[in-house]
């Protein structure tokens, strides 16, 4: 036998930012590890506290929620929309209640009678303003074309939280057989209503569909019934604590519903990511030998940083939401930040008191060992030959665990100009579908078809004259002549596009007198020619101060309030990505590697979106109702959701490759290496994470159900497809480049960086020196020397 040394790097020769150390000098404990394992039990006791705690702030959250937050406060249709509220509530109803007579018809005298009677009734409720209806006006567009069917309009007064509890106090009493007629409700405000109570349902059913199959296939990750549980519960001290913070925040801003199922998503997903790398790591340093409190402690140094870094990064992709004026966008980043550094937090505090409580116990119930006894007695027959000399060092690494993936990595790398271009075209070709993207405005049918209001809104479109919801109203305001305003709709009527104008209605004098006008474009209500009058309508000149509002106008508003601001949010993502990714590798090429593949790992997703959800593909089979657009806010939330969590793994990744090519030197090695520790672990995370997401996509809310959906399919092409076959080969093709950095940024990486197994300007220890820790198959410290067949 003889003995062939491995070259390893010496001390200040390493590749550039290498970092060994380990936290302190000698390998030693360092302060933070120092500090959460100082007394684990009272940590867990403190938890359990403040979870308690969180579970009682929490409660109730969904009812302080909103279910709108598409429109941005300060456009043009936003005050329009607010004066006449005010100046003309008649002209802004929120609630309709659609009366059916049957085949007696809206005219027979029974039937007038008993609608006038509930419309008194309804202007007698305590805030209900502008109540009008068919029977009172005789207006034509109150009526259906059938005459079996009419509209009760009504306004209620307050901001949504107020007005939605106003219509569910009043609207059972409405409800119904009323004499001769059936009374259904509707209208804006009861679409709302409806889709926030449908949300929370669907979040119910979401939530036990996911954790139990999420507690399946950990069993199946780690084998061990103990710490499969280390994860799930993780999830939920994350979630509790997000809905409690989400709970304070409804006390001073609006926050949308829909964030919670971000929480749920994120809460269970990132938790068990963080938890499983921890849980992963430490289990690996006790295979190695080490004692518990060395295990901790070696495992927060190391996976501990890479799970902070990754906190980071995901948090910061949520965080640009926060430059968008809309409030459902930015309610997400408040979940999604909440919930990313609670989970950050719990896997970094709680995991490793839990951990250094359990030892050796985390590998209890361990549900996989008859089948490991089985294959290592089958390998005890067969193995013989291994003694001979006849398996060589290489083949023994490929045997271990995640052998698979160091061999796939290998074969993509000797492939490598053929996996990048292939999977590159591949992932473009998924995405050509959004260039055809149109934007729209959500309405009633992001419900399902048997909703109460969705039906209402239904029989509007389908049975009454005219365009429901697609009107346009024009606000004058200042004083004017009966000429002037009669001059201006004689010069609006003659635009190209519009079908016709009502109008003016008028209201004060002077200074403080206000008209409205009521245009309705031909086409479809919020089309392109619709967005066009909108453009004509501000830009025709009149002798008074104008503004128009409207579902066309409300989208014009938006796509131009998210198009000023979408660069902003996009370089604060590409920013502080790139700036963590080089803390991280020394690099500047990693980081600009890092930030094109997460965006390419996007297309399919924004590909499947335009394709199932806008052009209809697959409705029938997921049960939602294509409007022929996508919501203008959707599309940035999927953005920044899915490169956050692409970050994610790709800083696992990146970090195991980093770890190893500082221990070694050797870049395709080191590829193989970071590829076979964490390909499998990565795929289970995303697998898991997709789960949740499908879950969540189970939604009867079409929104929620691209959210989930779309974002399942993005995890499973980063985890599957980018990692798996374009990280590989494309660093494969840079080769020692990849590392490169100028001389001014390595030495601030010297300084400020940080690394898996190091620490800001912490010196690398010489190979073999106490405290310098690489891991190898085992988890332990990788020999220097192989033993190699002579």
Same mark, same amino acid.
């Given at each position: 036998m003889a003995e062939v040394k491995k070259?390893?790097?010496?001390?200040?020769?390493?590749?550039?930012?290498?970092?060994g150390g380990s936290g302190s000098p000698g390998g030693g404990p360092g302060r933070w590890t120092r500090i959460v394992t100082a007394r684990p039990r009272l940590s867990l006791l403190v938890a359990l506290v403040l979870t308690a705690l969180a579970v009682f702030a929490g409660s109730g959250v969904a009812d302080r929620m909103g279910s709108g937050g598409w429109e941005d406060p300060d456009a043009e249709s936003t005050y329009?929309?607010?004066?006449?509220?005010?100046?003309?509530?008649?002209?802004?109803?929120?609630?309709?209640?659609?009366?059916?007579?049957?085949?007696?018809?809206?005219?027979?005298?029974?039937?007038?009678?008993?609608?006038r009677r509930l419309a008194e009734r309804?202007?007698?409720?305590?805030?209900?303003?502008?109540?009008?209806?068919?029977?009172?006006?005789?207006?034509?567009?109150?009526?259906?074309?059938?005459?079996?069917?009419?509209?009760?309009?009504?306004?209620?007064?307050?901001?949504?939280?107020?007005?939605?509890?106003?219509?569910?106090?009043?609207?059972?009493?409405?409800?119904?057989?009323?004499?001769?007629?059936?009374?259904?409700?509707?209208?804006?405000?009861?679409?709302?209503?409806e889709m926030q109570t449908i949300i929370q349902e669907d979040l119910l059913k979401a939530e036990m569909i996911a954790l139990p199959i999420t507690l399946v296939l950990l069993v199946m990750v780690?084998?061990?019934?103990?710490?499969?549980?280390?994860?799930?519960?993780?999830?939920?001290?994350?979630?509790?604590?997000?809905?409690?913070?989400?709970?304070?925040?409804?006390?001073?801003?609006?926050?949308?519903?829909?964030?919670?199922?971000?929480?749920?998503?994120?809460?269970?997903?990132?938790?068990?990511?963080?938890?499983?790398?921890?849980?992963?790591?430490?289990?690996?340093?006790?295979?190695?030998?080490?004692?518990?409190?060395?295990?901790?402690?070696?495992?927060?140094?190391t996976a501990g940083r890479t799970v902070l870094f990754s906190a980071l990064t995901v948090a910061v992709s949520l965080a640009a939401m926060m430059v968008f004026p809309q409030y459902f966008l930015r309610s997400f980043a408040y979940a999604g930040i909440a919930v990313v550094l609670l989970a950050a937090a719990a896997a970094l505090v709680l995991l490793p008191a839990a951990l250094l409580?359990?030892?050796?116990?985390?590998?209890?119930?361990? @549900? /996989?060992?008859? !089948?490991?006894?089985?294959?290592?007695? *089958?390998?005890?027959?067969?193995?013989? #030959?291994?003694? &001979? $000399? +006849?398996?060589?060092?290489?083949?023994?690494?490929?045997?271990?665990?995640?052998?698979?993936?160091?061999?796939?990595?290998?074969?993509?790398?000797?492939?490598?100009?053929?996996?990048?271009?292939?999977?590159?075209?591949?992932?473009?070709?998924?995405?050509?579908?959004?260039?055809?993207?149109?934007?729209?405005?959500?309405?009633?049918?992001?419900?399902?078809?048997?909703?109460?209001?969705?039906?209402?809104?239904?029989? @509007? /479109?389908?049975? !009454?004259?005219?365009?429901?919801?697609? *009107?346009?109203?024009?606000?004058?305001? #200042?004083?004017? &002549? $009966? +000429?002037?305003?009669?001059?201006?709709?004689?010069?609006?009527?003659?635009l190209d596009g519009v079908a016709r104008v009502d109008g003016p209605v008028t209201a004060g004098t002077g200074e403080q007198a206000h008209a409205s006008y009521t245009v309705l474009p031909e086409g479809e209500g919020v089309g392109a020619g619709a967005q066009r009058v909108v453009g004509e309508l501000?830009?025709?000149?009149?002798?008074?101060?104008?503004?128009?509002?409207?579902?066309?106008?409300?989208?014009?508003?938006?796509?131009?309030?998210?198009g000023e601001r979408l660069p902003w949010a996009a370089a604060i993502i590409a920013v502080v990505t790139l700036v963590l990714v080089f803390l991280l590798t020394g690099s500047v090429v990693v980081p600009l590697q890092a930030v094109v593949l997460n965006a390419l790992s996007l297309t399919a997703m924004f590909g499947a979106v335009v394709w199932v959800f806008q052009e209809g593909h697959l409705a029938g089979l997921l049960g939602f109702t294509s409007t022929g657009d996508i919501e203008t806010t959707l599309p940035v939330l999927m953005f920044c959701v899915a490169f956050g969590l692409s970050?994610?793994?790709?800083?696992?990744?990146?970090?195991?490759?980093?770890?190893?090519?500082?221990?070694?030197?050797?870049?395709?090695?080191?590829?193989?290496?970071?590829?076979?520790?964490?390909?499998?672990?990565?795929?289970?995370?995303?697998?898991?994470?997709?789960?949740?997401?499908?879950?969540?996509?189970?939604?009867?809310?079409?929104?929620?159900?691209?959210?989930?959906?779309?974002?399942?399919?993005?995890?499973?092409?980063?985890?599957?497809?980018?990692?798996?076959?374009?990280?590989?080969?494309?660093?494969?093709?840079?080769?020692?480049?990849?590392?490169?950095?100028?001389?001014?940024?390595?030495?601030l990486h010297a300084r400020f960086g940080i690394s898996e197994g190091g620490i800001p300007g912490a010196p690398a220890p010489a190979p073999g020196a106490a405290g310098h820790e690489t891991e190898g198959e085992g988890g332990g410290n990788r020999a220097e020397k192989e033993t190699v067949a002579g």
């Open positions: 070259a390893l790097p010496t001390e200040g020769t390493g590749p550039v930012g290498a970092a329009a929309t607010q004066v006449l509220e005010r100046e003309f509530p008649a002209s802004q109803p929120n609630l309709l209640l659609l009366v059916d007579a049957g085949p007696a018809g809206v005219d027979a005298p029974a039937v007038a009678a008993e609608a309804l202007d007698a409720q305590e805030g209900v303003d502008g109540v009008g209806s068919y029977w009172q006006t005789g207006s034509s567009a109150l009526r259906s074309k059938d005459g079996r069917q009419a509209l009760i309009a009504a306004r209620i007064d307050g901001e949504e939280k107020a007005a939605g509890a106003v219509l569910q106090r009043i609207a059972p009493e409405f409800r119904g057989t009323h004499g001769p007629v059936e009374v259904s409700v509707g209208g804006p405000l009861a679409v709302r209503h780690f084998g061990s019934a103990v710490a499969a549980m280390l994860p799930l519960g993780i999830g939920i001290v994350a979630i509790l604590g997000t809905n409690a913070v989400l709970r304070g925040l409804t006390e001073f801003t609006d926050v949308s519903v829909f964030a919670q199922n971000l929480t749920t998503a994120l809460g269970l997903g990132l938790a068990i990511d963080y938890a499983l790398f921890v849980v992963r790591r430490f289990r690996e340093e006790l295979d190695g030998g080490a004692d518990t409190r060395t295990a901790v402690a070696t495992t927060l140094r409580l359990l030892g050796d116990r985390v590998n209890a119930l361990d @549900l /996989r060992r008859v !089948f490991r006894r089985r294959r290592r007695e *089958a390998g005890a027959e067969t193995g013989a #030959g291994a003694e &001979t $000399g +006849a398996v060589p060092g290489a083949d023994r690494a490929d045997r271990a665990e995640g052998a698979g993936w160091g061999r796939a990595a290998g074969l993509v790398m000797r492939r490598a100009p053929w996996f990048a271009v292939a999977t590159a075209t591949g992932l473009v070709l998924l995405g050509l579908p959004f260039l055809g993207v149109k934007f729209g405005t959500a309405d009633d049918r992001q419900l399902p078809a048997t909703a109460e209001s969705r039906v209402v809104q239904d029989q @509007l /479109r389908e049975g !009454f004259p005219g365009n429901p919801g697609g *009107a346009l109203t024009v606000l004058a305001e #200042g004083p004017a &002549t $009966g +000429a002037q305003y009669q001059d201006y709709r004689a010069r609006i009527e003659a501000r830009a025709e000149p009149a002798p008074f101060a104008t503004s128009v509002t409207g579902a066309a106008a409300v989208l014009v508003d938006s796509k131009d309030a998210i970050m994610d793994y790709g800083v696992f990744l990146l970090s195991r490759i980093k770890e190893e090519y500082d221990a070694t030197g050797d870049h395709e090695g080191a590829v193989r290496h970071g590829l076979r520790r964490t390909g499998g672990l990565i795929t289970a995370a995303a697998v898991i994470l997709a789960v949740v997401m499908v879950a969540i996509g189970t939604s009867r809310v079409t929104n929620t159900k691209m959210l989930g959906l779309g974002v399942a399919l993005a995890v499973l092409m980063d985890a599957m497809v980018v990692r798996s076959l374009l990280v590989p080969a494309v660093m494969k093709l840079t080769g020692r480049f990849t590392w490169w950095a100028p001389a001014p940024l390595r030495r």
